[in-house]
Structures are given as structure tokens and as C-alpha cells.
């Protein structure tokens, strides 16, 4: 065989070899593409998953805050009157217990700055609902009465109203402006 036809046989076989490690590096590239895409979805999935159970979880602290909330107001309005306290009880116990439910969940998916707010609103509630139950009694401590209640109630709206700026801020998130807000959350 002479130089000529060796040298054109190595370049065929270089370009045989060249396509054919074309096509398998040009697949190889396509698959870590679907794969990077195939990530990158599955991100935004686990983003927008998370969003959702924060947005969930705010929803159902700020309820259930607001109802306990009502339910101690309810509470303080019966101290003087003369109807059965047990229905206004019941619910009161009935809404305290749910705020506990989802406060503990809230522990576990808000961020601290929201929960420090959190913790003061659900302490705040505590405190009261043990001074009107005190009230009702008739076993008041020393600092119990009905104006320090109505103190502790009116002030408990303005931390309820603090709570739910704070979460509507956290769901805004970083960079985000109301329009978006509104329509990715």
C-alpha cells in the first residue's frame, strides 16, 4: 500500500470516527441539557411547593389568631352579663386549641422573624385567656380586671394587625413587587 492511499484510508477512518463521536458527543451534551433543564424544573416545583405551604401556613395562623382573638373578645363581653357562659367558653376553648395546632405548624415553616411575632400574639392570647378565665371564676390575681383586659385585647388586634403585615411581606419575598406578588403567591 502506498502513502497516498494509507494516508486517504486514516483520513476516511479520522472522519468516520469524527461523525460518529460528533453524533455521541452532541447526544451526551443534549442529555446533560435535559438533565440541567429536567433540574432546574424541579427547583422551581420545590419552590413553588414551599410557597404555597408557607402562604398556606400564614393563612391558617392568621385565622385561627383572629378567631382566637374573637372568641377571648366574646369571652370578655359575657364577664358582665347574665346568660350561660358555657357555648362562649366552648368556643373559646374550641379556638384556642386550633390556634395551638397551628401555631405548632407554623414553628416549623415560617422563618424566625415572623414566628418572634408569632410567639408574642400566641403568649399575648395565653395571658388573656387565663385572666378572663380568672375573671369568670371569681379567683382574680392582683393586676386582674376588666380594663386590663379590654387593655389586653385592643392591644392583641394591633400586634394581630403587626403579624399579618410581617407575613404579607414575607410572601411578597425579596424583589418582588405587589403585581407579582398577587399573581405568583
Known sequence: MDVGNATAAAVA???VVGTLLSAVLTQRAADRSRQREHARAERLRARRSEAEARHSTCVALNTAARQ???ALTDQFHALGGTEDMGPVRVRLVEARDLHREVHAEAQLRLPERILGIADEVSHGLGALYGRLLRLA???PRPGDSPAAAKADIDALWDRLRTLRREM???LRGPGRDDR????DV
Not at 407579582?180 to 399573581?183: M, N, R, S, T, W
Open 13 to 15: 477512518l479520522i472522519g
Open 68 to 70: 382566637y382573638l374573637a
Open 137 to 139: 371564676d371569681g379567683i
Open 168 to 170: 404579607r411581606e414575607e
Open 180 to 183: 407579582q406578588a398577587e399573581g
